[in-house]
Nanobody, 117 residues
Framework: QVQVMESGGGLVQAGGSLRLSCAAS????????MDWYRQAPGKQRELVAS???????NYADSVKGRFTISRDYDKNMVYLQMNSLKPEDTAVYYC???????????WGKGTLVTVSS
């Protein structure tokens, strides 16, 4: 089985920066994709950024130009650098790990990001 753990969340002032980390461990031979999702109070979970093996990346329009996703293949980790944070970015951020394309992913428990105005 695969374990997923997020870290790096916290309280930050609007306009500030924060870097989230996600580590995957367990029975892993290779990883197809590692993605970041978020869920704000009263809203559905949404895809924030995705990283597919081969360094293919995609971003939600709301974070494009402010967030950057990157992966460390040797450590089975993915990062989310968040700059110019806004109160609207406040949410629980989740990491999803897909071992193979088309298969269900593994989820972490999430890390809370709170952006104050």
């Amino acid at each position: 089985q695969v374990q997923v753990m997020e870290s790096g969340g916290g309280l930050v002032q609007a306009g500030g920066s924060l870097r989230l980390s996600c580590a995957a461990s367990g029975s892993i031979f290779s990883i197809h994709a590692m993605d970041w999702y978020r869920q704000a109070p009263g809203k559905q979970r949404e895809l924030v950024a995705s990283h597919i093996k081969g360094d293919i990346t995609n971003y939600a329009d709301s974070v494009k130009g402010r967030f950057t996703i990157s992966r460390d293949y040797d450590k089975n980790m993915v990062y989310l650098q968040m700059n110019s944070l806004k109160p609207e970015d406040t949410a629980v951020y989740y990491c999803n790990v897909q071992l193979l394309a088309g298969l269900g992913g593994y989820w972490g428990k999430g890390t809370l990001v709170t952006v104050s105005s």
